[in-house]
């Protein structure tokens, strides 16, 4: 049978209120560890230990080994839970804390903002009051409150006192150095004002054979020139029997218009019909008499 199912939970709390005394007095070996122990978790895992090899050693043992075992289960049982109401109280500690210090830089703040009005006297004097029971709180327990910095005198002002102007905020820091390097056009002088250059010196005679050398005989590439325009000149073209242009395009021959093509009905018409238009007046400003070609086509 196992350990857990012969006690209840209300069985435990019983047992544990009338044998109290005794069931922390007895020495077990697990509590020098407990003691040695500096977290909670690390307790935990201590007693979770314990409680298994128990678990396990439990059906094995004689009735008389199974009572002193019952004895240690139920004191390892009141031990994990003090542990932990103690971690509970550690974790809210730790949270109150930290809000207190929270509740610590909300009221510095407070106090660089100034209450004109009348009717916020009673609130200004609270505010202050509250300030220092919170710094006197936190320096009693060690909060950390370095990183404020702590202005006490603010609040402690009478109301017709102005306060103090607020801290100015940091200036900026400087721009990064931007490394001056002079241009190089800078450490030119105007042409205006440069010395006149000195005029090359005379190369010598070795220079001007090798210069004569590599040169190409100007009467070599005249007759060159000669040869290939008479060449020219004896080429024929070849001849073609298109008709061609004045400037020697080939002409483009005329399409024959027919009368059975429907788009060529209207050119062949007009041109019939103003084949014999005759102007017979003379004078450019009365209207010429032309002759209607309309009778040809009854």
């Known amino acids: 049978m196992a350990i857990e199912s012969k006690f209840t939970t209300n069985e435990i709390q019983t047992i544990c209120a009338e044998n109290h005394h005794q069931i922390e007095s007895r020495f077990y070996s697990w509590r020098t560890k407990i003691d040695a122990a500096k977290e909670c978790f690390e307790v935990e895992k201590i007693l979770e230990n314990r409680i298994v090899e128990i678990r396990e050693s439990y059906d094995q043992e004689e009735e008389a080994k199974q009572k002193t075992l019952e004895e240690e289960w139920i004191a390892l049982v009141l031990a994990k839970d003090k542990n932990l109401h103690q971690r509970i109280d550690e974790e809210n500690t730790q949270l109150k804390n930290a809000h207190l210090q929270q509740l610590y830089l909300t009221l510095e703040a407070l106090g660089t903002f100034s209450f004109p009005d ?8 609270n505010l202050a009051k ?14 950390v409150t370095e990183k404020c910095n702590l202005n006490l005198q603010n609040f402690g002002l009478p109301k017709d006192q102005p306060m103090p102007p607020p801290a100015a905020p940091p200036p900026p820091p400087p721009p990064p150095m931007i490394p001056f390097c002079t241009p190089k056009n800078l450490h030119k002088t105007p042409k205006s004002r440069q010395s006149p250059k000195t005029q090359a010196a005379p190369k010598k005679m070795g220079d001007c054979s090798t210069l004569n050398e590599q040169r190409t005989p100007l009467q070599v590439l005249n007759q ?3 040869r290939s ?14 008709k061609r242009s004045p400037g020697g395009t080939p002409a483009k021959r005329q399409r024959r218009l027919s009368e059975n093509d429907t788009s060529d009905l209207i050119t062949i018409a007009l ?28």
Not at 130 to 143: E, L, P
Request: proline share 7%; aromatic share 6%.
């Open 130 to 143: 509250m300030f220092h029971q919170v710094g006197k709180y936190c320096t009693r327990n060690n909060i």
């Open 118 to 125: 009348t009717k916020d006297a009673v609130l200004r004097r």
């Open 224 to 226: 060159d020139l000669l």
């Open 271 to 298: 041109r019939r019909k103003f084949r014999n238009a005759s102007v017979q007046s003379p004078n450019e400003n009365k209207s010429p008499n032309v002759k209607s070609p309309s009778l040809e086509f009854p």
């Open 229 to 242: 325009i008479k060449h020219c000149r004896t080429v024929e073209l070849k001849s073609t029997p298109l």
